[in-house]
């Protein structure tokens, strides 16, 4: 089985800053794009950031300039380094990983979500 386990969450003063990370775990064969998405009180849940296997990223506009999202493929671990905080990036904030892994002979393809991490930014 495979696994996605989330640290790094917390409480921080505006304008402070977290690095959230996420470490997949298990019969791992390859790791294929990761994310990161929040989803705040009575709001659905939002993509963040993401990051393929070659490295290209993507970002929510809210989060441009200030969120930098990154991996490291020998440690199957995704990186969301988050700076100049606002109160509206209070979340709780979920790792995504799409992973093949192996079982026997088989190989297989499945979306995994962390457990979710909480950030709550004070004004």
């Known amino acids: 089985q495979v696994q996605l386990v989330e640290s790094g969450g917390g409480l921080v003063q505006a304008g402070g800053s977290l690095r959230l990370s996420c470490a997949a775990s298990g019969s791992i064969f390859r790791i294929n794009a990761m994310a990161w998405y929040r989803q705040a009180p009575g709001k659905q849940r939002e993509l963040v950031a993401d990051?393929?296997?070659?490295?290209?990223?993507n970002y929510d506009d809210s989060v441009k300039g200030r969120f930098t999202i990154s991996r490291d493929n020998a440690k199957n671990t995704v990186y969301l380094q988050m700076n100049s905080l606002k109160p509206e990036d209070t979340a709780v904030y979920y790792c995504?990983?799409?992973?093949?892994?192996?079982?026997?002979?088989?190989?297989?393809?499945?979306?995994?979500w962390g457990q979710g991490t909480q950030v709550t930014v004070s004004s």
């Open positions: 995504h990983a799409v992973i093949t892994y192996v079982s026997g002979s088989y190989y297989y393809t499945h979306e995994y």
């Open positions: 990051i393929t296997s070659g490295g290209s990223t």
